[in-house]
């Protein structure tokens, strides 16, 4: 059975932030344009009325070994602008005990444990922006994304599982992927947010370019 949308399926600490938050102003650039183009965000009339989309990063001098991140809090990407109290530390990310440790002051993303497996599975990650895209998700076969299976819902083991083993098969960065049981679900992941962030916009102008090519077949077809 499919995970209820925006929910969270992990255990998890949240710490009190004793420090400043990590200066991450491009993350919060990125976030906003994301949000203006209605790639994350949140409308009662789409996903059960939830949030959707998260974003995250890990600092430009931050070592390889490090597997600290930050993310943005869950529910939150119905916000107009990204806050401190938005993103969340990530301390430590246990992938078989489903635990994680955070610091923050509102609960970590639902995605968490994944943008983790994908921080712990490749050190040339450095940033992973999640959005939810019609366009993007139902044209997915020919933009020729890597797609984890259908029957592999967000925010679980096998979701963890089904990554790994995606990212293993597909080794150039930055890269776009689609998850078949996650509805709208694209994420992309690599060293620099600006690298992710462009190839992000450029597949939706490409998704964008292909439904309206769809659109002209069906409405010429209603004239014959």
């Not at 609960?107 to 444990?113: A, D, I, Q, R, V």
């Not at 019609?134 to 089904?162: C, D, F, K």
């Not at 916009?201 to 002209?216: E, G, M, Q, R, T």
Request: hydrophobic residues 40%.
């Amino acid at each position: 059975m499919a995970a209820t949308e925006g929910t969270i399926h992990f255990a998890y600490n949240l710490t009190p932030q004793a420090t400043p938050l990590p200066e991450f102003s491009e993350l919060a650039a990125w976030r906003d344009i994301l949000f203006r183009l209605d790639l994350i965000g949140q409308h009662p009339d789409k996903y059960e009325g939830f949030a959707f989309g998260n974003l995250s990063a890990k600092s430009a001098d931050q070592a390889e070994d490090d597997d600290a991140f930050v993310i943005t809090a869950s529910q939150t990407s119905g916000a107009l602008h990204l806050d401190a109290g938005h993103l969340v530390t990530i301390r430590e990310a246990n992938l078989s005990r489903f635990w994680v440790e955070a610091e923050g002051v509102e609960p970590p993303s639902s995605e968490t444990l994944t943008h983790a497996m994908i921080y712990q599975a490749d050190i040339r990650a450095r940033s992973v922006l999640h959005i939810h895209n019609a366009e993007i998700w139902h044209h997915r076969a020919e933009l020729n994304l890597p797609e984890t299976p259908e029957s592999v819902s967000y925010g679980t083991q096998a979701m963890v599982s089904a990554v790994a083993e995606l990212l293993d098969q597909h080794q150039s960065r930055p890269l776009v992927f689609a998850t078949a049981g996650h509805k709208d679900g694209i994420f992309v992941l690599g060293t620099h947010l600006r690298d992710c962030g462009g190839l992000l916009v450029s597949y939706y102008a490409k998704a964008l370019a292909l439904a309206l090519d769809l659109d002209l077949d069906q409405d010429l077809d209603l004239d014959h």
